[in-house]
């Protein structure tokens, strides 16, 4: 499902980029031509300018001009003197440019009205610029017009073709299209990476809801199975002492379930960031040595010594502002893990260190231990290590409570190994 899910959104990620990129490029595209375009008609006009006044001023054309404009390439210069054809110099006219010539006669004639042949002299120049384009498929800059000489009338045609223009058109096309092609390669790429590092939390998310789904049906199933061969059996009974018997083992079972469904709610309430806190301001002192009586005596039973260590006496005792509640829980739940797993004879030490800004709580236990592998899977839910699967009394979500309830006060909440062998969780506030 993920994977398909990665697939649709790495191509609408690129689909989309790669059109909005694609239409840009294509604005862009479109005012280069125009720009390009434009310089170009800006010279031809220059050129022609140029050419105009020059073919005004001079009464006589000199060869030596015209050959100098023939050689230059900038563009074909027709002359017509009373309307006979001006031959010079170098100047040898092909078929194909004596047919190209009439056309661009023609085309000036018939679409701009501008017939250099019939056109009646007057006192000032006459002339039209057009953009042509030949029946061989050749475009051009194209002016035609008249010129009033003293006796006579000269008449011209100028023809600049615009294939250079047109290749660095097609140039320009060529670069926009592999820089498209590029790009939304490019795209495709990071797209991919990109929505693959969005999906895998996700991904990883999902794997532990459905984890979670199945521990907890795991653990539920036990005391319902429990619970429902009792109810068979008070069902078939009626021996007193066997009914207390199984009513015992209900009760138990039925307080078993009610834990691990207050701890489920408890961390459905965090996941949905809706972990209720009601702050307010205590001593951490007072506060570990709650904990500290609270579990002294159950210490003494299972034959563990039990010690606080509390900072030496502060001018100013710092002032812990947090849901006591909460941070009372959490300790209870790393004193209850510390007396599970140290023998007896062991030892436990609750620890409180100040620092300028923060506080930091020590449980330190000389148990089992954890190995280094499991330092971190150890706050994953459901997860208990293998020499803790026969304990009933813990479901594997107790670190992972204390995680969120630490977190949620800004804190946060780690294993070492202790100095004398054991476990040592810290928690900072």
């Known amino acids: 499902m993920f994977h398909k899910l990665h697939y649709q959104l790495a191509l609408f990620y690129t689909f989309v980029t790669g059109c909005i990129f694609t239409v840009l490029t294509l ?65 040898h006219e092909s078929e194909q440019e004596e047919f190209l010539k009439k056309e661009a006669l023609a085309a000036a004639a018939t679409e701009y009205q501008m017939d250099i042949f019939s ?50 058109i097609w140039f320009l096309r060529l670069v926009i299209f592999l820089t498209d092609l590029a790009a939304v390669s490019l795209i495709l790429v990071f797209s991919w990476v990109f929505t693959k590092r969005l999906i895998t939390p996700i991904e990883k998310n999902r794997e532990k809801q459905m984890r979670f789904i199945a521990s907890a049906s795991h653990e539920l199933r036990a005391p319902l199975a429990v619970l429902r061969s009792g109810l068979e059996v008070l069902q078939k009974t009626t021996d007193p002492a066997e009914q207390s018997h199984f ?130 899977l150890i706050f994953d839910r459901f997860y208990r290590s293998d020499h803790a699967h026969t304990d009933r009394a813990h479901f594997g979500l107790g670190l992972c409570i204390a995680k969120e309830i630490i977190e949620a006060h800004q804190g946060s909440i780690w294993i070492e190994d202790a100095a004398g062998g054991g476990s040592c969780f810290f928690v900072k506030l």
């Open 27 to 91: 604005l862009c595209l479109i005012f280069a031509e125009n720009s390009l375009k434009a310089e170009d008609n800006a010279a031809f006009l220059r050129q022609l300018n140029s050419a105009l006044i020059h073919l005004q001023e001079q009464d006589t054309i000199s060869h030596q001009w015209l050959n100098q404009i023939q050689e230059s390439g900038q563009f074909q210069l027709y002359l017509y003197d009373n309307g006979n054809p001006l031959y010079y110099e170098h100047y």
């Open 119 to 168: 056109v009646k002299p007057s006192q000032v120049i006459a002339h039209t610029e057009f953009d042509f384009a030949s029946s061989d498929g050749e475009n051009y800059y194209a002016s035609a017009g008249v010129i009033p000489k003293k006796s006579r009338h000269l008449g011209f045609l100028i023809l600049t073709p615009l294939r250079q223009q047109e290749k660095r």
């Open 247 to 376: 009513l015992d083992l209900m009760t138990e079972e039925s307080g078993h379930m009610h834990n691990l469904i207050r701890d489920m709610l408890l961390l459905a309430n965090s996941d949905s960031g809706h972990l209720p806190l009601h702050l307010s301001r205590c001593q951490p002192d007072e506060l570990l040595l709650g904990i500290y009586e609270k579990f002294e005596p159950m210490a003494a039973k299972r034959a563990v010594q039990l010690s606080i260590k509390l900072p030496d006496c502060l001018p100013d005792p710092p002032c812990l502002i947090c849901d006591r509640e909460r941070i009372t829980q959490v300790f209870s739940i790393l004193l209850d893990n510390a007396l599970s797993y140290t023998p007896s004879g062991g030892k436990i030490q609750l620890t409180l260190k100040t620092t300028s800004s923060s506080l930091l709580f020590e449980v330190s236990d000389t148990g089992c231990g954890v190995p280094d592998a499991e330092k971190e």
